[in-house]
T-cell receptor
């Protein structure tokens, strides 16, 4: 399985600011995704990070709020913009292996005050 | 479109007893099905997956799941519970190995000594 790291592991931010989360994989992968896990809730897919093109967002998520970059096959960033307390969540990236299995990073715990 | 229903937000079993966590899915295409486990303050770990091969799937830590198309179910079982099995368990579905996952709400497994 791929080794996935995320930075930062956690952060506390003030409302109205933005935070960029990084996801790094130790091997080239085609598919990379971003998920959100709100407190005590399940995971919800935010978007598919496409290499070399704009991300594909799920219903309820928009690029202005969650801009995503995917400059190469091992790296992606998710920015949470103009944050409010409702954005307090764990944000996770995932990748799909050659065996069509999805593996997750350790997550970034975000608290917005 | 896919959806997942996990029956029982909390399941409590005695140590050594059978573990049964229920998952029913809805999918317009042949599904890929997954079970993930999340220990407190940790990321998601893949337990097992079904991708149209054998209907009985064996995973890590003694867990297994059986795909039943007629019942649209993918229940997770373990013959004998261990204290270390206490965690949150998520069932997930996708339409293909390269698709994003749709998660159930999760089941919190409690192991009684």
């Amino acid at each position: 399985s791929a080794v996935i790291s995320q930075k930062p592991s956690r952060d506390i931010c003030q409302r109205g600011t933005s935070l960029t989360i990084q996801c790094q994989v130790d091997s080239q992968v085609t598919m990379m995704f971003w998920y959100r896990q709100q407190p005590g809730q399940s995971l919800t897919l935010i978007a598919t990070a496409n290499q070399g093109s704009e991300a594909t967002y799920e219903s309820g998520f928009v690029i202005d709020k969650f801009p995503i970059s995917r400059p190469n096959l091992t790296f992606s960033t998710l920015t949470v913009s103009n944050m409010s307390p409702e954005d307090s969540s764990i944000y996770l990236c995932s990748v799909v292996s050659q065996q069509e299995t999805q593996y997750f990073g350790p997550g970034t715990r975000l608290l917005v005050l | 479109a896919q959806s997942v229903t996990q029956l029982g937000s909390h399941v409590s079993v005695s140590e050594g007893a059978l573990v049964l966590l229920r998952c029913n899915y809805s999918s317009s295409v042949p599904p890929y099905l997954f079970w993930y486990v999340q220990y407190p303050n940790q990321g998601l770990q893949l337990l097992l997956k079904y991708t149209s091969a054998a209907t009985l799937v064996k995973g890590i830590n003694g867990f297994e799941a059986e795909f039943k198309k007629s019942e649209t179910s993918f229940h997770l079982t373990k013959p004998s519970a261990h204290m270390s099995d206490a965690a949150e368990y998520f069932c997930a579905v996708s339409g293909g190995g390269a698709d994003g996952l749709t998660f159930g709400k999760g089941t919190h497994l409690i192991i009684q000594p």
